[in-house]
């Protein structure tokens, strides 16, 4: 079944930039959809379809998505995107499912 | 304002079966494929199966994982989906979440969460 690569851990200062990878086989062919989950709630969808924003999401958030590898971006992070990060695609044909990244924990240092 | 509360959850022995409730508010409720998602102790996410809307025929899909075991049904009148778990095992322990599934057809990304019910199988 299909698999998405995630960085266990990211490590930022405030004020620099995150990047959280997402690797899957030919990722850049789907649509890839992101997930923060600060501790103790729930998840939040951040990106969609790539890097759609979902409104009250700040612009400093970003999505790309290329071959083998789907990017989101954090600029100017704060303490408040300290969370865990899922990357998320659709996986259709016989084994239909949806599949979920790895996970990445964002410390804000 | 879009809400989804998810209900039902508890302590179960193995083998035995448990219905969990999704009741959502704010949105028309019969537009939408609604989800289970599942995240284990310390675990990422898991996606569990969806109920697709009365539009695209309100069928199901499962994780291989729960295929034959999971029931996900689904209440336009009254705005729930349903998730029947039967022959539960430990490895079913997990927080349940419900979620709206937005996009089109399968293409679904979860815009919507609840806060998750806590499942706990074991002897």
């Known amino acids: 079944s299909y698999v998405l690569t995630q960085p266990p851990s990211v490590s930022v200062a405030p004020g620099e930039t995150a990047r959280i990878t997402c690797g899957g086989d030919n990722v850049g062919s789907r649509s890839v959809h992101w997930y923060q989950q600060r501790p103790g709630q729930a998840p939040v969808v951040v990106m969609y379809y790539d890097s759609h924003r979902p409104s009250g999401i700040p612009e400093r958030f970003s999505g790309s998505n290329s071959e083998n590898t789907a990017t989101l971006t954090i600029s100017r992070v704060e303490a408040g995107d300290e969370a865990d990060y899922y990357c998320?695609?659709?996986?259709?044909?016989?084994?239909?499912?949806?599949?979920f990244g790895t996970g990445t924990k964002v410390t804000v240092l | 304002e879009v809400q989804v509360v998810e209900s039902g959850g508890g302590l179960v022995q193995p083998g035995r079966s448990l219905r969990l409730s999704c009741t959502a508010s704010g949105f028309i409720f019969g537009d939408y494929a609604m989800n289970w998602v599942r995240q284990a102790p310390g675990k990422g996410l898991e996606w569990v199966g969806l109920?697709?809307?009365?539009?695209?025929?309100?069928?199901?899909a499962y994780a291989a994982s729960v295929k034959g075991r999971f029931t996900i049904s689904r209440d336009d009148s009254k705005s729930i989906a349903y998730l029947q778990m039967n022959s539960l095992k430990t490895e079913d322990t997990a927080l349940y979440y419900c979620?709206?599934?937005?996009?089109?057809?399968?293409?679904?990304?979860?815009?919507?969460w609840g806060q998750g019910t806590l499942v706990t199988v074991s002897s």
């Open positions: 998320q695609v659709w996986d259709g044909g016989s084994n239909f499912h949806y599949v």
């Open positions: 109920i697709r809307s009365k539009a695209y025929g309100g069928t199901t």
């Open positions: 979620t709206r599934g937005d996009g089109g057809y399968d293409m679904y990304y979860f815009d919507y």
